[in-house]
């Protein structure tokens, strides 16, 4: 969907549901990430892109506490002061969580409401971020309409309170990153997103113009963060820090490993620090130029997460297998894995091949049909849209 229609969709839907106009409509992108994975609970190293798909939010601010949001997926109204973990669960915690973490926070008043009304545009459970492009999305608005800065430093904070609603919230134990690109990505750039020190850079990454393409595969596969399955790789990760004496494995080298000795932390912690060093590799063979050379780090980096973190599944193996038989450069599944998505770096005149040999593999294996997508690099951060009335 277009701006246009993204902000039109968002409008008719507040119009419909509460019988006035909105006080704007803003929007988020989702995400895919090119390399450094499940390594921001880790003080690392993320290499993310912004979708040119978007989720938008329609709002009209309130000064009595109530929140009213609406969605493809239904409604909820209730009071922010009753904001609480696991309460409101599903979709409504991500927007209440917001609201309720800027409050918080001291970034909006401790009365202030709104009537949301949500359209997204990015494939929901697909490992492709849309629970941050949806806070993301109201955050921006949040701010917009309060008077709270959007500048970096500004958006630092209201990146902070979309983790805060999720993790806190709605209970998903997640890093930043997600946060960071939906925030602050920018057109035809990768953000380096460094989670130990909080900073963000925009990575020059101009796809086209050496004549390749990153095409996303959304296996379809249910990818959930909440189902405790990421919590316990968090938790694996933490417990391997504090028993090698670190504060994050990002302190960690090569070296340390040994000192483990359990093989399971061992084989988690591994992939942690090798995960931080491929992003370091790839960031000097983009800055050299050829942006193919990454392509065996990105496939070095799916192995890891395969045999290492155990978080790929049959669905993202049969995606990056198909898609490196078919001649793909690398590839790698992107996100928390357990399901959801894929990323292939290919000839941009590859790209319809390499997603019918990937489908029909998937056929052949029982699997259920993927959906793709084509990435360009023309995702931008969360904004206000441009009124439709
Ligand atoms: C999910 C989380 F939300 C991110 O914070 C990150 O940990 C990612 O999984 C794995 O790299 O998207």
Known sequence: MSDAELAAAATARFREAFGAEPDGVWAAPGRVNLIGEHVDYAGGLSLPIALMHSTAVAVRARTDDRLRLRSHLGAWDGAVDEVAPGEPSGWPAYLAGVVWAMRRAGLCDSRFGADVAVVSAVPVGAGLSSSAALECALAIAVADLVGAPTDEAGRGALAAACVGAENEIALAPTGGMDQAIALCGKEGHALLVDSGDGTVAP?????????????????????????????????????????????????????????????????????????????????????????????????????????????????????????????????????????????????????????????????????????FLRLGTGGVAARRLVPVM
């Open 203 to 371: 990575v020059p990454l101009d796809l086209a113009a050496s004549g390749l393409a990153v095409l996303v595969i959304d296996t379809r596969a249910p990818h959930r963060l909440v189902d405790g399955r990421y919590a316990e790789r968090r938790r694996s990760v933490e417990e391997a820090a504090a028993s090698l004496g670190v504060t994050t494995l990002r302190r960690a080298t090569d070296a340390d490993l040994v000192r483990l000795e359990d093989s399971v932390p061992r084989r988690r912690a591994r992939h942690v620090v090798t995960e931080i060093e491929r992003v370091r590799e790839t960031l000097r063979l983009l800055a050299s130029g050829d942006i193919c050379d990454i392509g065996p780090l990105l496939t070095a980096s799916h192995v890891s997460l395969r045999d290492d973190f155990e978080v790929s599944c049959p669905e993202l193996d049969n995606a990056v297998d198909s898609a490196l038989a078919a001649g793909a450069h690398g590839a790698r599944m992107t996100g928390g894995g357990f399901g959801g998505s894929a990323i292939a770096l290919v000839d941009d005149r590859d790209v319809d091949r390499v997603a019918m040999e990937v489908l029909s593999n998937a056929r052949t294996r029982g699997l259920v049909a993927p959906a």
